[in-house]
Every structure is written in C-alpha cells, then in structure tokens.
C-alpha cells in the first residue's frame, strides 16, 4: 500500500477546489480522504505507481492549488514520505529505493498554528488538525538528520526529494 498526501495552497480550501471540479471529483471517488494536516489531503493507494499515477491525473489541478504532494511506501520507509518527483523516479526506475535517503525536505507540525493562548482559540484547535510549516533542507550523512530550528514545534514529517530539488 501507498499513502499520496497532497498539501494544499495557504490561498485556497484544497479539499474544496479538487471536489468541486467533475474530473478531480472522479479521479478521488473511490478513496477515503482523510486530513492528516491542516489543508491537505491523504488517500491510500495499492502501489506506488497506483499513486504516482493518480498524482499524474490530478496534475492540472496540483498546479494550481498545492504546495506539494507526498508519497510514502512503507517498503521503502514506513516514517519517510517521498516527494512525487522522487517517487516518479523510483517507479521509472532512474533512482534506487536504497539510495534515496540523503537529501530531505523537513516540515515543523504545528497542533496550533494560530493559537493566542485564550481558551477559545484553544477549544477550536481541538477540531483541526495539526498544520505543516517551514519546511528546511537537510542532508542527512549518518543515522540521524540534524533537528528543526525554524521554529518550535511539535514534531517533524520528513520527506526525502531528489537532488535536483534539493538543490533548486
């Protein structure tokens, strides 16, 4: 099984403008959407090219209304997601699964990203999920990656990309 995890745009309701349109709407029938983040949107496929490519048929709307797509493969980590680029070139079979974990993408998740400390903000973050935030390159050259300094927050995703991405 695969899991796609697309992450929304700050300007728009992802799950709205991928629902209201017939073709995505389609494309996303027969998955349970889940929101693990705040503005995001997670389905579980059978295979990495299962979500490599429903991540292709969704392409026109991707564009316009994320920041990213994920996928994570529990046979190559069952913590790491993998960016769609990196998971395109696992399935093509231009990069090793093996070989895939040096360059990363780690975002802060945040419980409350907009939390003033009053008990209302309080009670209405009880209903949201937790947000993703700043991610930061890292390279990892042993067992561990160096950790979050953005910001606090209250743990990491770890998305492992490409050099080329990486690099941009």
Do not use: H
Request: proline share 4%; hydrophobic share 40%; aromatic share 8%.
């Amino acid at each position: 099984m695969a899991q796609v995890c697309l992450v929304g745009s700050d300007d728009v309701n992802l799950r709205y403008e991928l629902l209201s349109r017939e073709t995505a709407r389609n494309a996303l029938v027969t998955y349970d959407l889940r929101e693990p983040f705040e503005n995001t949107l997670q389905v579980e496929t059978v295979s990495l090219g299962a979500a490599v490519a429903l991540l292709n048929d969704l392409n026109w709307y991707l564009v316009r209304f994320t920041d990213a797509a994920f996928v994570k493969v529990p046979s190559i980590s069952e913590n790491e997601w993998l960016s769609r680029e990196l998971a395109t070139a696992i399935r093509d079979d231009e990069v090793k699964p093996d070989e895939t974990g040096r360059f990363l993408m780690v975002y802060g998740v945040v419980a409350d990203a907009d939390s003033d400390g009053s008990d209302d903000s309080e009670a209405a973050s009880q209903d949201r999920p937790p947000a993703l935030v700043e991610p930061m390159l890292l390279t990892r050259t042993g067992e561990t990656i160096p950790e979050y300094d953005l910001r606090e927050v209250d743990e990491t995703l770890v998305v492992r990309v490409t050099e080329s991405e990486f690099g941009a």
